[in-house]
């Protein structure tokens, strides 16, 4: 052998300590999101497709539909019926679709696919399902689509809600 291989021996002393020592994240990985009513949703990033940013005019409203649905989008030869997931969750402010682009968040179960139009996304984060807490003081049409919830602030009573996407995906409230 010729030489002597820093990366065998651990001992290169031009090592970045950044790469020295790696932290593992905590928990799961989730996509964080708000609704028009400024309540916080998080959904597990195992049930999510897709995140999109289509423009209104790019979504097709369908005549007769369930008026929780904002119509359908073509996602690469594949169209998706767009909900409005905060009315879905029994908000009464609907999403804005006053703007260059809404978020939407297409959840995927088996072969059925859904967009969910929401406020806005916040980011990708680490949560603990060890500590995740029963919904408490929700509304009767949300709680069947919770599995649970993160206190975020005690002193301002801040909740972070964990939704159930399969749940969701096989609602007949979108049917309604």
């Known amino acids: 052998m010729v030489g ?3 990366f065998l ?3 290169g002393q031009d090592q970045a300590p950044e790469l020295q020592e790696l932290e593992s994240p905590e928990g799961e990985l989730h996509l964080r999101f708000y609704v028009p009513s400024g309540m916080e949703f998080a959904l597990p990033a195992t049930g999510i497709k897709e995140v999109l940013e289509p ?3 790019q979504i097709t409203p369908i005549p007769n539909a369930s008026p929780l649905l904002l119509g359908t989008i073509n996602m690469r030869g594949r169209v998706i019926w ?3 997931l905060g009315q879905f969750m029994g908000e009464a402010i609907p999403v804005n ?3 260059a ?4 968040i297409a959840i995927e179960d088996q072969d059925t696919m859904l967009g969910l139009a929401v406020e806005r996304i916040v980011d990708m984060d680490w949560l603990d399902v ?3 807490q029963i ?3 929700v509304p009767d049409t949300m709680a069947p689509f919770l599995k649970g919830e993160w206190l975020l602030d005690p002193e301002s009573n801040k909740f972070l809600r964990l939704l159930d996407q399969v749940a969701i995906l096989r609602a007949a409230r979108w049917a309604a």
């Not at 682009?101 to 939407?104: D, G, L, R």
């Open 9 to 11: 021996t651990d001992t």
């Open 97 to 99: 679709t006053d703007r």
């Open 4 to 6: 002597n291989p820093d």
């Open 55 to 57: 423009s209104p005019n």
């Open 130 to 132: 060890e500590q995740l």
């Open 82 to 84: 767009v909900g409005d």
């Open 101 to 104: 682009e809404i978020p939407v």
């Open 135 to 137: 919904a408490m003081n």
